[in-house]
């Protein structure tokens, strides 16, 4: 009997201390800054008759390109934000989203190179900005509701460091810039779920 009693104490124990340990993992884990990774491309498939429109598309944790048309978030923790974009040139924009807001000291970390070419070289690699010249913006992610504003520009990676969002539900992203098809530069892309808008679910 006492051997039996001793047998399942040893288990429950087990399990307890597994459960705590497991707790405490969650618990470090969630000190931790969230990564989102996110690249801008121009894609030629969204319609033949419009040709090709930049999109956004996330990087998932198997190095896969996903869906931009809805990004989960976790509420109250860092999330540092690495932007990609491929793109070149610049899209009208109005002078308020060409300034950062929403993340730490809002500013972010510019890094000339995305598209190399030998006449960039004099260039610096990077820096901790507050705003990106209009002349040079060509999209932007924002998510007004939440007061985040990253403007981007074209042939860099930004990494943005946003502060925890307080705020859990849905949200909604999207990019400030006239860049879709059109003569106003809001119709295909811009008009499109998961291409230059989304949803943004914090929870």
């Known amino acids: 009997m006492n051997y039996r009693k001793n047998l399942l104490m040893s288990i ?4 307890v201390f597994l459960s705590l340990g497991s707790y405490a ?3 470090t884990n969630l000190n931790q800054p969230f990564h989102l990774n996110i690249v801008e491309i121009m894609d030629v498939n969204f319609g033949n ?5 930049p999109k956004f598309y996330v990087i998932d944790n198997d190095g896969k390109l996903k869906s931009s ?3 989960v978030l976790p509420a109250n923790r860092k999330i540092v934000l690495t932007i990609t974009s491929y793109d070149m040139d610049n899209a009208p924009v109005l002078p308020e989203y060409t300034h950062v807001s929403g993340t730490v000291d809002n500013k972010v970390f510019v890094i000339n190179g995305a598209i190399a070419s030998g006449d960039d070289v004099h260039k610096k690699w990077g820096a901790n900005v507050s705003s990106i010249p209009k002349s040079k913006v060509i999209h932007t992610f924002a998510i007004p509701s939440l007061g985040i504003n990253i403007p981007i520009e074209a ?4 990494i ?3 502060k925890p969002i307080k705020k859990t539900g849905t949200f909604y992203w999207e990019c400030a810039t006239e860049c879709g098809s059109g003569k106003d530069g809001m119709s295909g892309a811009m008009a499109t779920s998961g291409w ?3 949803k943004i679910v914090v929870r």
């Open 160 to 162: 943005a460091v946003i």
């Open 69 to 71: 048309s809805e990004i």
């Open 196 to 198: 230059m808008n989304g």
């Open 12 to 15: 429950l124990s087990a399990f």
């Open 25 to 27: 993992f969650g618990a």
């Open 155 to 158: 042939g860099t990676t930004e």
């Open 49 to 53: 008759s419009v040709g090709a429109q």
